[in-house]
């Protein structure tokens, strides 16, 4: 998976072993209402390394969130090599306490497309966002495992019902007590230096 920018990282649907199905799924009333409007830097850790970039997140009135991507001048390695505009949709997550929520980014089309899933916790105006390991993942109804090169398997979800529920489970499992915690495979907090990444710095 190519790591020259966080929207192609998340719109790739190429982690091993992660969750998707269509985001169909949801529909605008399942969406929840979270305020993220601002300048957010982005912290993104895949096993091939990590990247920075910054955007500016636009609430759209529907329970959707655009993600403009923002470049900064005089920061080698801190802007998206891509000038991609994304959609972000958290979902609240039946039965787990308020701040967590499935996640999940798609492009800005109106036709219905596979997604990946992720687990978003959002807590003191920083959103993380964890891949679920489908390899973990117990069997159900309304989920089929996919089979990659390589062995890893990939879960596709086929019912909401079926991706809330194991939603909610690995929510028990993120918040369980550990010696040693899961890091979020992406974090975005507001970021610092809005002067540098101003209006005038957005991809035209």
Same mark, same amino acid.
């Given at each position: 998976?190519?790591?020259?920018?966080?929207?192609?990282?998340?719109?790739?649907?190429?982690?091993?072993?992660?969750?998707?199905?269509?985001?169909?799924?949801?529909?605008?009333?399942?969406?929840?209402?979270?305020?993220?409007?601002?300048?957010?830097?982005?912290?993104?850790?895949?096993?091939?390394?990590?990247?920075?970039?910054?955007?500016?997140?636009?609430?759209?009135?529907?329970?959707?969130?655009?993600?403009?991507?923002?470049?900064? $001048?005089? !920061?080698?390695?801190?802007?998206? =090599?891509?000038?991609?505009? /994304?959609? *972000? #949709? %958290?979902? +609240?997550?039946?039965?787990?306490?308020?701040?967590?929520?499935?996640?999940?980014?798609?492009?800005?089309?109106?036709? $219905?497309? !596979?997604?990946?899933?992720?687990? =978003?916790?959002?807590?003191? /105006?920083? *959103? #993380? %966002?964890? +891949?679920?390991?489908?390899?973990?993942?117990?069997?159900?109804?309304?989920?089929?495992?996919?089979?990659?090169?390589?062995?890893?398997?990939?879960?596709?979800?086929?019912?909401?019902?079926?991706?809330?529920?194991?939603?909610?489970?690995?929510?028990?499992?993120?918040?369980?007590?550990?010696?040693?915690?899961?890091?979020?495979?992406?974090?975005?907090?507001?970021?610092?230096?809005?002067?540098?990444?101003?209006?005038?710095?957005?991809?035209?």
């Amino acid at each position: 998976m190519s790591l020259r920018g966080f929207l192609a990282a998340l719109l790739a649907l190429l982690l091993g072993g992660c969750w998707i199905g269509n985001g169909a799924l949801f529909a605008p009333d399942d969406l929840a209402s979270v305020e993220l409007d601002g300048h957010y830097e982005i912290g993104a850790n895949f096993p091939e390394g990590s990247t920075r970039q910054f955007a500016r997140f636009e609430a759209l009135g529907d329970g959707r969130t655009r993600i403009v991507p923002l470049r900064s $001048p005089g !920061e080698p390695g801190a802007e998206f =090599a891509e000038d991609r505009e /994304a959609l *972000l #949709s %958290l979902v +609240a997550i039946p039965g787990a306490a308020n701040g967590w929520y499935l996640a999940f980014v798609s492009e800005d089309e109106t036709e $219905p497309r !596979e997604v990946q899933f992720y687990i =978003a916790r959002y807590e003191s /105006a920083r *959103l #993380s %966002l964890h +891949a679920p390991n489908c390899d973990g993942t117990p069997r159900r109804d309304g989920m089929e495992r996919l089979f990659e090169d390589g062995g890893s398997r990939t879960c596709r979800f086929t019912t909401r019902d079926a991706l809330l529920d194991a939603a909610r489970e690995g929510v028990a499992e993120l918040s369980a007590s550990r010696i040693f915690p899961v890091e979020p495979v992406v974090t975005i907090v507001p970021a610092d230096n809005e002067h540098e990444i101003g209006e005038d710095e957005a991809p035209e």
